[in-house]
């Protein structure tokens, strides 16, 4: 069935739990669906520094087409080295994540050893610490995302950003300027939505540390049209921008919004990453990659428990029920089953076919799945079916399961199989679709 709500955008990501202990399978079968249902298209995972989050919940969510973005929150000033951290980035790159965002709120006093603030030259000891390790990302084949400012800041973070383009143009990091996203929280402030918006073209009485009275200033959600300001100015392009924290205030000066105030302004977001339109009060701009919502749960005895979507998975705020309702239609997207009409039972051979039972599993550029692998178990075990991940040899079989949609295998190459006189049946979803529809076969 497919999916159909006029508010729902191939935008919308979530940031997952604010630990590093929720990685497990169990994990996967609890929230991989409901993040299928709310269709969620970015999740950002923290990562210690010293332990990979499992490549097979990476897997996972790569393989149920949500993309990770991973988040390391190094401390300051004593982060790793680039080689220390080079084996961790390697496996990241080689299990298919894209995109790394290293530290968090650099420019923030929370952020650093009291001694360390409180010495010169703030941004320059930063990017002595980013420049190496945001290269060991480039050079790993992944995209670095720079680390996303506390809005305002103990350091404004305008000048802190503004600093760091300026330094990284006088230090030559070209391939780093040509390659590299930025992360940007835009939490409300509490302000209204449309708060800040047309930016510092529009609000041009504006200082550091000083927004006069009946202004605005980047305090709020269109925080990216300030940074886009910046980088317009000083690299004349635009750089690919990854919205956090939507929806909240702030994480860290409290005060939340009523449930009710909550799914208003989530409505109001995902409307404005839907529309096209030139008033930057009504649209989100094609710079802005993805828009990821905070946060999609927590333990109960957290300190962002006031901030979730969910209590746990049976329990959703009116956000997640908003964007859960959805109209369904008849489609081959999700959870289909497509099936010439004979059963694992019926399955016979001819001259042509001479292997009985093939079941046809995808290959991805990052490698195999781990999740199908596992999904496909209590199926291989019932019906001891031919494994492969090769259509060519696929055909040779009488009968073929067809593990994946579109996006695995094409309309043409199921269409490839039947026509060559195989009994294709395929099975598509998230990784929990599958393994419950192989398990009922």
Request: charged share 20%.
């Amino acid at each position: 069935m497919k999916k159909t709500n006029s508010i729902q955008s191939e935008r919308l990501g979530m940031h997952y739990f604010n630990d590093t202990l929720h990685y497990t399978n169990h994990d996967l079968v609890d929230w991989l669906p409901i993040l299928k249902q709310m269709n969620v298209s970015t999740l950002i995972l923290k990562s210690a520094a010293t332990r990979a989050i499992p490549e097979q919940f990476i897997s996972a969510l790569i393989g149920a087409e949500i993309t990770p973005v991973i988040q390391i929150p190094l401390p300051l000033p004593d982060s790793p080295s680039a080689a220390d951290m080079s084996a961790i980035l390697e496996a990241y790159a080689r299990w298919g994540i894209r995109y790394i965002i290293l530290f968090d709120k650099p420019n923030s006093n929370s952020s650093w050893t009291s001694s360390a603030w409180a010495q010169q030259g703030l941004v320059e000891r930063f990017l002595d610490k980013y420049i190496p390790l945001a290269n060991a990302v480039l050079h790993a084949g992944m995209t670095p995302i720079f680390p996303p400012l506390e809005p305002g800041g103990s350091y404004w973070d305008t000048v802190f950003l503004k600093s760091a383009i300026t330094s990284l143009l006088r230090r030559k990091q070209n391939a780093l300027l040509d390659s590299m996203a930025l992360a940007a929280y835009a939490f409300t402030g509490g302000h209204p939505l449309a708060w800040g918006a047309g930016g510092p073209k529009q609000w041009t009485h504006n200082l550091p540390y000083f927004t006069p009275e009946n202004s605005q200033d980047e305090c709020g959600f269109h925080v990216y049209e300030w940074y886009d300001a910046i980088f317009q100015e000083m690299l004349q392009k635009s750089l690919p921008i990854y919205l956090l924290g939507a929806g909240i205030k702030n994480d860290s000066t409290g005060g939340s919004y009523t449930p009710e105030e909550h799914e208003q302004i989530v409505r109001q977001i995902m409307y404005a990453l839907n529309q096209k339109s030139d008033r930057p009060d009504e649209s989100v701009p094609d710079y802005v990659v993805s828009c990821s919502f905070y946060r999609l749960s927590a333990t109960s005895d957290s300190q962002e428990a006031e901030f979730v979507w969910f209590s746990d998975k049976d329990h959703p705020c009116l956000a997640a029920q908003m964007l859960s309702k959805v109209e369904t239609q008849p489609c081959d997207t999700i959870s289909k089953v497509e099936s010439a009409g004979k059963s694992a039972k019926e399955l016979k051979t001819d001259a042509a076919h001479p292997i009985q039972h093939y079941l046809l599993l995808p290959h991805y550029e990052w490698g195999i799945s781990d999740w199908h692998l596992d999904a496909i178990k209590p199926f291989v075990k019932k019906h001891q079916p031919t494994i492969g991940f090769s259509v060519n040899e696929a055909m040779h079989a009488a009968n073929v399961t067809l593990i994946g949609g579109e996006q695995s295998f094409s309309t043409a190459v199921y269409e490839q199989l039947s026509e060559n006189g195989c009994n294709v049946e395929r099975i598509s979803g998230d990784g929990t679709t599958i393994a419950t529809l192989l398990a009922e076969r």
